[in-house]
T-cell receptor, first 113, second 115 residues
């Protein structure tokens, strides 16, 4: 099955700086890579996703890059704000498949004012 | 998106008892799942709730401990049986609406504390 590894486990940045979280996956059949943000006491919510037919996707201050050859993908948050503080989870799987997403271990991001 | 309601949102339970968590979705969904999130940990899939048939359990999870029902396409229950403190966790219902291929939506979760 799929194995997704995520680094770092914790990340602190100054407000306004950029944050980068990296994940690797093992199954070359995986073609869907979402990122979820979980604020304290809240449900995980999808913030951005990428499919294997593209190498990069942006949505305002958030971007995700995918390197299929190396089997890794990254989340980039620019101009960080205190409200970006949360736990971020990457995941990998096959879009439309009954097989479920495999989640990374999570990154606690703290944006210091 | 799908709106998912879970009940209870939290509970404190005594060792040896059982608790049933309910999950209601505002639209019919083919795929419905139950996850566990232990304190400070990632999301671990317990099982896929299949409508009209027995749930499909992941390695490490068994039906006797986590019986699941799925009577229709909008509702499911997860029971945590014979609880011990190690079962203290957040249990999350999730769905994969067919209109959003691959995308997983989560309920707010049920936070269980077992004393």
């Amino acid at each position: 099955g799929e194995n997704v590894e995520q680094h770092p486990s914790t990340l602190s940045v100054q407000e306004g700086d950029s944050a980068v979280i990296k994940c690797t996956y093992s199954d070359s059949a995986s073609n869907y890579f979402p990122w979820y943000k979980q604020e304290l006491g809240k449900r995980p919510q999808l913030i951005i996703d990428i499919r294997s037919n593209v190498g990069e996707k942006k949505d305002q201050r958030i971007a995700v890059t995918l390197n299929k050859t190396a089997k890794h993908f990254s989340l980039h948050i620019t101009e960080t704000q205190p409200e970006d503080s949360a736990v971020y989870f990457c995941a990998g799987g096959i879009s439309g498949s009954a097989r479920q997403l495999t989640f990374g271990s999570g990154t606690q991001l703290t944006v210091l004012p | 998106s799908a709106v998912i309601s879970q009940k209870p949102s939290r509970d404190i339970c005594q060792r040896g008892t059982s608790l049933t968590i309910q999950c209601q979705v505002d639209s019919q969904v083919t795929m419905m799942f139950w996850y566990r999130q232990q304190p400070g940990q990632s999301l671990t899939l317990i099982a896929t709730a299949n409508q009209g048939s027995e749930a499909t359990y992941e390695s490490g999870f068994v039906i006797d401990k986590f019986p699941i029902s799925r009577p229709n396409l909008t509702f499911s229950t997860l029971t945590v049986s014979n609880m011990s403190p190690e079962d203290s966790s957040i249990y999350l219902c999730s769905v994969k609406p067919s209109a959003y291929p691959g995308e997983l939506f989560f309920g707010e979760g049920s936070r269980l504390t077992v004393l």
